[in-house]
C-alpha cells in the first residue's frame, strides 16, 4: 500500500543534542512537507520541497534543517539551536499538478526534550 | 496577514447529536478551502471546497462555502463516539501554499 512513513515515532534527547526524524514516501509525489504541531496551534510549516534537490523554508524554519537528495525522502533534523523542539512532527506529501493541494500526512514523531 | 479561525476550539456532544464545525478566513488570492479529520495522529483529508453553494457531502458529513462571507461550515450529523478527533480546515492560496486553523477538538460522549 503507498502511504508515507514516518520514524521514530516517539524520540526522546536531551538538550543540545541534534536529532533527524526520517520520512519516506512511495506515492511517487513531488512536493514534501514538514509540519510542527503544538496543542491549540494551526499546522505550523517547517520546510518544503518541491522537487529533487530543492527545498524552501517555511514560517518556522529557524533552528531546523532538511535535505532532499532522493523523491522518497526528506528527513528533518532538529537541531540544538532550535529553542523549543519538544513538539509533534507531521510530514506530508501531495501532487497537485494543477488541482487543489491535497496532502497525505504520515502518523507523526513525537520529540520529547528532556 | 492571512489567517484561519475556526471555531469552537472544542466542543463535547452526546451520541445522536448533530454538530456544525465553522472555518473562517482572511486569505488573499483565494484557491481552495479544504477540511481535514485528525483521530489520533495522521490528519485524514475529507473536503476540497471551491465554489460557493455547492455542498459536498460523504455519509453523515457535509461541508459548504460561503466566498462572499468568508466561511465554510462542516456538518455531521448522528453523531457516533468514532466522530471524536480533532478537525481542521486549511485554506489554499493560488501558490499553493495551505494556511491552517487551529482545529475543532470534537468529543462524542456515548
Known amino acids: 500500500d503507498g502511504g508515507i512513513t514516518q520514524s521514530p515515532k516517539y524520540l526522546f534527547r536531551k538538550e543540545g543534542q541534534n536529532v533527524t526524524l526520517s520520512c519516506e514516501q512511495n506515492?511517487?509525489?513531488?512536493?514534501m512537507y514538514w509540519y510542527r504541531q503544538d496543542p491549540g496551534q494551526g499546522l505550523r510549516l517547517i520546510y518544503y520541497s518541491q522537487i529533487v534537490n530543492d527545498f524552501q523554508k517555511g514560517d518556522i524554519a529557524e533552528g531546523y534543517s532538511v535535505s532532499r537528495e532522493k523523491k522518497e525522502s526528506f528527513p528533518l533534523t532538529v537541531t540544538s539551536a532550535q529553542k523549543n523542539p519538544t513538539a509533534f512532527y507531521l510530514c506530508?506529501?501531495?501532487?497537485?499538478?494543477?488541482?487543489?493541494?491535497?496532502?497525505?500526512f504520515g502518523a507523526g514523531s513525537r520529540l520529547t526534550v528532556l | 496577514e492571512d489567517k484561519v479561525v475556526q471555531s469552537p476550539l472544542s466542543l463535547v456532544v452526546h451520541e445522536g447529536d448533530t454538530v456544525t464545525l465553522n472555518c473562517s478566513y482572511e486569505?488573499?488570492?483565494?484557491?481552495?478551502l479544504l477540511w481535514y479529520k485528525q483521530e489520533k495522529k495522521a490528519p485524514t483529508f475529507l473536503f476540497m471546497l471551491t465554489s460557493s453553494g455547492i455542498e459536498k457531502k460523504s455519509g453523515r458529513l457535509s461541508s459548504i462555502l460561503d466566498k462572499k462571507e468568508l466561511f465554510s461550515i462542516l456538518n455531521i450529523t448522528a453523531t457516533q463516539t468514532g466522530d471524536s478527533a480533532i478537525y481542521l480546515c486549511a485554506v489554499e492560496d493560488s501558490n499553493y501554499q495551505l494556511i491552517w486553523g487551529a482545529g475543532t477538538k470534537l468529543i462524542i460522549k456515548p
Open positions: 486569505v488573499t488570492n483565494f484557491r481552495s
Open positions: 506515492l511517487n509525489h513531488d512536493a
Open positions: 506530508a506529501s501531495s501532487t497537485h499538478r494543477g488541482g487543489a493541494n491535497v496532502l497525505t
